[in-house]
């Protein structure tokens, strides 16, 4: 994966800011050369990171620029200056899948199977190269498309990690927090 020195502005035209984070802006990018390839770029504010934090990037950084899974978001490249580093991702217009999940009023088994597959997929793959998510979640899992029908993608691999032990011991609070969400507010979007 290509790594630069200076600001991606030489190579993308920024369009509109499309998300905002703790450390970070998302924008909504076109490349400057004929493919007008669209593009997220990810701009980190380094120095508002702790010592921690900015080894969790890297950590992200070199886990994602491994990876190539038509189920898990692409890192395509990273450019750097002194305060701030800019991952050029894949884009992704279809929203998160919690926000579609929540605007039906139930799935059939085909849905669920359709994305269930999808989502088994990526894991596998990442499972296949020792990665564990450690944070899987709908937040974390979004539509490539605006159509509830397109493909979801694993995205946000902040607290992702290689591990060389028995994946039984990696941390699950994410799943245990949704399982007890659905449990005391009597939801289950599986059935009507």
Same mark, same amino acid.
Do not use: W
């Given at each position: 994966?290509?790594s *630069?020195q200076?600001?991606? !502005?030489?190579?993308y035209? !920024?369009? @509109?800011?499309?998300? =905002? ?5 998302v924008?909504?990018?076109?490349? #400057? +050369?004929?493919?007008?390839?669209v593009?997220? $770029?990810?701009?980190? %504010?380094?120095? /508002? ?6 080894s969790d ?12 899974? $038509? ?7 990273? *450019? ?10 894949? *884009?992704? @217009?279809?929203?998160e899948?919690?926000? /579609?999940i ?6 059939? #088994?085909?849905? /669920? ?5 999808q989502?088994? &997929? ?8 020792? $990665? $564990?998510?450690? +944070?899987?979640?709908?937040? %974390? ?8 029908? &397109? ?8 607290? /992702?990690?290689?591990?060389?032990t ?10 245990? =927090?949704?399982?007890?969400i ?5 939801? %289950?979007?599986?059935?009507?």
């Amino acid at each position: 994966m290509p790594s *630069y020195q200076g600001h991606p !502005f030489v190579r993308y035209r !920024f369009i @509109k800011k499309v998300g =905002v984070g703790a450390f970070s802006h998302v924008y909504k990018a076109v490349s #400057e +050369d004929e493919d007008r390839h669209v593009v997220a $770029v990810k701009e980190v %504010n380094v120095t /508002a990171l702790t010592k921690q934090q900015l080894s969790d990037l890297q950590s992200e950084i070199n886990i994602l620029s491994q990876l190539d899974h $038509v189920s898990i978001v692409r890192l395509f490249c990273v *450019y750097s200056i002194p305060d701030k580093i800019y991952l050029i991702m894949s *884009y992704l @217009k279809g929203g998160e899948l919690l926000n /579609a999940i929540c605007k039906r009023e139930f799935y059939t #088994e085909k849905d /669920a199977r359709r994305l269930v597959l999808q989502i088994a &997929s990526a894991l596998d793959y990442l499972h296949e190269r020792r $990665v $564990v998510h450690r +944070d899987l979640k709908p937040e %974390n899992l979004i539509l490539e498309t605006r159509s509830f029908y &397109s493909r979801v993608l694993l995205v946000d691999f902040g607290f /992702a990690m290689v591990s060389f032990t028995n994946f039984v011991d990696s941390d699950c609070t994410s799943i245990i =927090v949704y399982i007890f969400i659905f449990i005391c507010c009597d939801m %289950n979007p599986f059935f009507g």
